[in-house]
């Protein structure tokens, strides 16, 4: 996973992990711009016998976007596998997002980070990595460039710090058996509740909000730019914990609220 406005090395940082991760394994990404299409392309130009990278996309899995991959698109779907969860023929628009992203983390057994910005959405799914039990990796990238500070800040936190294909070998761990959290670093984001907490048990779907629109302007219209609690939120705007988790991943990718210590969230002073 990274940014979109990827720089030539991040981009082939990505491919040539990719490349070599794709020899054992499948690797999962989000087919946007950058970072993600340089994963795919070293996927499929080393993956073994095909089918060595899944591409989850935000719209309807008929839906070339970016236009710019069309090519690429067109080759993970004959070579490799496209997945999405929306209806055919549906444009992809930004509260699809956090959603393609639950969708990566929990398709993946790690989620490697090879640039992202500090409000990156590369960041949420690192995030719903490790709510999901995954690993989280990060490619270390120079303190000079905005494009890296998510991805540093990631491991000052407790990532798994990546410099090639042996340190995400490491922290996989055997390649056998079920998915579990390796027995390595620890991930950031390990202390937060698990995505089969009771708040969301294993085999029963998150209610979906009856009214988006009109939730989302109420929690807007409780959040202020002081932090407060997620839970104090919830309770006050009335909704279930899955719903008020949905519409937080979404404001929280459109650069709009931000997240504390604590388990606090505000909104973003610049947002105004």
């Known amino acids: ?117 500090l409000r990156s959405g590369s960041l949420i799914t690192a995030r719903l990595a490790g709510e999901q039990g995954r690993d989280v990796l990060a490619v270390p990238g120079s303190p000079l460039d905005p494009r890296a500070k998510g991805s540093n800040s990631l491991i000052r936190d407790g990532a798994w710090l990546v410099e090639g294909i042996d340190d995400v070998m490491t922290a996989l761990g055997p390649l056998n058996g079920p998915i579990a959290p390796s027995q390595g670093r620890q991930s950031p984001f390990r202390s937060l509740p698990a995505a089969d907490s009771p708040a969301n048990p294993p085999n029963e779907a998150p209610p979906a909000s009856q009214d988006p629109a009109r939730d989302r302007d109420k929690v807007l219209e409780l959040l202020g730019y002081s932090p407060g609690t997620v839970d104090e939120l919830g309770r006050r705007a009335h909704l279930s914990p899955a719903v008020l988790a949905a519409i937080l991943l979404e404001l929280e990718l459109a650069g709009r609220v931000e997240r504390h210590s604590g388990g606090q969230i505000s909104l973003i002073i610049s947002s105004l």
């Open 1 to 117: 996973m990274g940014g979109r406005n990827a720089s030539a090395n991040g981009q082939r940082v990505a491919e040539g992990l990719a490349a070599e991760l794709a020899h054992s394994l499948v690797v999962v990404s989000g087919l946007a711009r950058g970072i993600d299409a340089a994963a795919h392309e070293g996927a499929l130009a080393s993956g073994k016998d095909g089918g060595s990278t899944i591409a989850v996309v935000a719209g309807g899995v008929d839906v070339v976007y970016p236009r710019e991959n069309a090519a690429l698109t067109e080759r993970i779907a004959v070579e490799g596998a496209i997945v999405a969860e929306q209806p055919f023929g549906l444009q992809p628009q930004a509260r699809h997002f956090p959603h393609r992203n639950r969708l990566i983390s929990g398709l993946s057994r790690a989620v490697v980070v090879v640039e992202a910005a």
